[in-house]
């Protein structure tokens, strides 16, 4: 087989990715084209394509690619910060839109809504994040707060940081969520003895623990769903 050139802009026109994609649609362009037209450019010798295919081979597939930092983006020769930020922005655009929604107007009255709106958000992060999504009688969302970055402990999620903004908005009652970057969506005993913890405090503050939900990949547990609560 013929090497390739090494810059797209000498292949005939009608194989260009770039301009395919405008004549006949994204949806007929393969993973490393598409991410080939993010790259924008190769490098001596490569061309975007190439090194999307190098992307892909050592983090594959698309949905293991978009769990790697920009820093791992980089390990890739040919792929520098400016390459890895711009597929960094692009693949955390694709969560937003996935997470279905603005979520100023988004109302959580099951568990599913909540999973189908955090999962495509939190599924590839690499520490556990605790939230606190505060709702207002309706169900619908008031404000989202971060409560905590790593491992999950009652000495770092304290009812005071929970419920300090829940007494400010006034929200009638709040959602718990977390995940496991571990893929395993099963609470452990300090998620069962936080929840336990936070569900007393809302009673004496008249303020409702709803659900203490647990993302893991694609999957999720509902601590009210599971009679845990």
Same mark, same amino acid.
């Given at each position: 087989m013929a090497e390739s050139p090494y810059k797209i802009s000498r292949w005939p026109k009608k194989e260009r990715p770039r301009e395919r994609l405008l004549q006949e649609g994204p949806q007929h362009l393969t993973e490393a084209e598409l991410l080939g037209i993010l790259l924008g450019k190769g490098m001596r010798k490569k061309t975007a394509i190439d090194l999307a295919r190098e992307l892909l081979d050592q983090y594959g597939p698309l949905q293991k690619l978009f769990s790697r930092s920009p820093g791992e983006l =980089? #390990? @890739? &020769? #040919?792929i520098g910060s400016a390459k890895a930020a711009t597929l960094s922005a692009a693949f955390e655009l694709a969560r937003r839109v996935q997470s279905q929604g603005d979520p100023d107007k988004k109302s959580f &009255?099951?568990?599913?809504? @909540?999973?189908?709106h955090y999962l495509p958000l939190m599924r590839d992060l690499r520490k556990e994040i605790f939230k606190v999504l505060l709702l207002n009688r309706a169900n619908r969302l008031i404000k989202e707060v971060t409560i905590s970055e #790593? =491992? $999950?402990d009652a000495s770092i999620v304290h009812p005071r940081d929970v419920f300090r903004e829940a007494i400010l908005e006034p929200a009638s009652g709040i959602l718990l969520i977390h995940n496991h970057p571990s893929g395993n969506p099963n609470p452990s005993e300090e998620d069962l003895r936080i929840t336990k913890q936070l569900v007393?405090? #809302?009673r004496l503050l008249g303020i409702k623990v709803y659900d203490? +939900? +647990? $993302?893991a990949g694609g999957s999720y547990?509902? $601590?009210a769903d599971d009679g845990l609560l």
């Open positions: =980089t #390990g @890739v &020769k #040919g &009255k099951r568990s599913a809504d @909540v999973a189908n #790593g =491992t $999950l007393e405090a #809302g203490h +939900i +647990i $993302l547990r509902s $601590l």
